[in-house]
């Protein structure tokens, strides 16, 4: 089936370039140039994807990833954040506002292809289907829920595919660099940082069931999972 990427971003020659690169490489594009006609394009089939401009005619690039989170049936889809806005700060307030990557201009055309795929890849259902049990907390890939004393827990994708990896691999201790290239993947670039932005998001989550307290910083080493507490 084709992916549908629909491309939020009001300069013409960006958006037009972007969609050519897209539809040369299999996928389907939808063109929104601002925040109403994206809000309008937001219908069932939804995008498998959102490239999203931070800076739009009508209202801001954060302001529509915080209407798709808010939203149970769109929350799900997962989003690259395009702008020219490069700093640190910019770059963390698109990642806690709930974007599961972000691409800085100007951007190669196979820098943004890489970026989609390593994010449809991570944010696609996980094929081993044995359910991880520790304590209360359940993760069951067959049906893609978390539950915590048999409570579903709301998550995104990435916090998803993480809080999977770290199930899978209970007591040991990770890297920044070692996560980033587990949940990530190996060929795109992505800051040590993004790791803290969704450890703090999973452990967000986590926190009102107490299951929290398993996601451990290790000081000098990185993150472990472990129900020693």
Same mark, same amino acid.
């Given at each position: 089936?084709?992916?549908?990427?629909?491309?939020?971003?009001?300069?013409?020659?960006?958006?037009?370039?972007?969609?050519?690169?897209?539809?040369?490489?299999?996928?389907?594009?939808?063109?929104?140039?601002?925040?109403?006609?994206? &809000?309008?394009?937001?219908?069932?089939?939804?995008?498998?994807?959102?490239?999203?401009?931070?800076?739009?005619?009508?209202?801001?690039?954060?302001?529509? *990833?915080?209407?798709?989170?808010?939203?149970?049936?769109?929350?799900?889809?997962?989003?690259?954040?395009?702008?020219?806005?490069?700093?640190?700060?910019?770059?963390?307030?698109?990642?806690?506002?709930?974007?599961?990557?972000?691409?800085?201009?100007? @951007?190669?055309?196979?820098?943004?292809?890489?970026?989609?795929?390593?994010?449809?890849?991570?944010?696609?259902?996980?094929?081993?289907?044995?359910?991880?049990?520790?304590?209360?907390?359940?993760?069951?890939?067959?049906?893609?829920?978390?539950?915590?004393?048999?409570?579903?827990?709301?998550?995104?994708?990435?916090?998803?595919?993480?809080?999977? @990896?770290?199930?899978?691999?209970?007591?040991?201790?990770?890297?920044?660099?070692?996560? *980033?290239? &587990?949940?990530?993947?190996?060929?795109?670039?992505?800051?040590?940082?993004?790791?803290?932005? @969704?450890?703090?998001? *999973?452990?967000?989550?986590?926190?009102?069931?107490?299951?929290?307290?398993?996601?451990?910083?290790?000081?000098?080493?990185?993150?472990?999972?472990?129900?020693? @507490?």
């Amino acid at each position: 089936m084709i992916k549908r990427i629909l491309v939020v971003e009001d300069e013409a020659p960006i958006r037009e370039m972007i969609s050519l690169v897209l539809e040369q490489h299999g996928y389907l594009a939808i063109e929104a140039l601002d925040f109403t006609t994206a &809000q309008s394009l937001l219908i069932e089939p939804f995008p498998d994807l959102i490239l999203l401009d931070w800076m739009l005619p009508g209202g801001s690039g954060i302001q529509l *990833l915080k209407y798709l989170k808010r939203d149970p049936l769109m929350k799900a889809i997962p989003v690259v954040m395009l702008t020219a806005r490069g700093e640190e700060e910019d770059r963390v307030q698109g990642l806690e506002s709930g974007a599961d990557d972000y691409v800085t201009k100007p @951007f190669s055309p196979k820098e943004l292809l890489a970026r989609i795929k390593a994010v449809m890849r991570r944010t696609s259902p996980m094929t081993e289907h044995e359910a991880l049990v520790f304590d209360g907390l359940t993760l069951d890939p067959s049906s893609h829920r978390v539950m915590a004393d048999d409570k579903p827990l709301d998550m995104g994708p990435t916090e998803y595919k993480l809080l999977h @990896f770290f199930m899978s691999h209970p007591e040991r201790v990770y890297s920044r660099e070692q996560l *980033l290239n &587990q949940v990530w993947g190996t060929n795109v670039y992505v800051e040590d940082r993004t790791v803290d932005v @969704f450890i703090r998001r *999973l452990r967000k989550t986590l926190e009102d069931s107490g299951y929290d307290k398993m996601l451990q910083t290790v000081r000098g080493s990185g993150y472990r999972f472990s129900t020693r @507490f």
